[in-house]
């Protein structure tokens, strides 16, 4: 059973930052793009950084400069530094990772189960 396990997420003041992480355990074949969304109260699901197996980033425009996703393929670990944080990056954050279960199957999108971010004064 493969999981995302995210942590990392909290309260903090405008201005301050975060550091959001999510594992992928459990049995599989590869991981391919990781990625963060996340998703404010009373509005949609929303993309926030993907990056794939060998690094390539790609941000929502209005995060980039503030927000950095990264991952260590070793520890099947991705990153989210979140800096200068407003009131409206106030979300839950979640993980979602394409993870082939076996080299015979084709990837799968799995999600973790949401890490709460508040940022508020």
């Known amino acids: 059973q493969v999981q995302l396990v995210e942590s990392g997420g909290g309260l903090v003041q405008p201005g301050g930052s975060l550091r959001l992480s999510c594992a992928a355990s459990?049995?599989?074949?590869?991981?391919?793009?990781m990625g963060w969304y996340r998703q404010a109260p009373g509005k949609q699901r929303e993309l926030v950084a993907t990056?794939?197996?060998?690094?390539?980033?790609m941000y929502a425009d209005s995060l980039k400069g503030r927000f950095t996703i990264s991952r260590i393929n070793a520890n099947n670990t991705v990153y989210l530094q979140m800096n200068s944080l407003k009131p409206e990056d106030t979300a839950v954050y979640y993980c979602?990772?394409?993870?082939?279960?076996?080299?015979?199957?084709?990837?799968?999108?799995?999600w973790g189960q949401g890490t709460q971010a508040t940022v508020s004064s």
């Open positions: 979602n990772a394409e993870i082939r279960p076996t080299r015979w199957e084709a990837a799968h999108a799995y």
């Open positions: 459990g049995r599989y074949s590869s991981i391919a793009d």
């Open positions: 990056i794939s197996s060998v690094g390539t980033t």
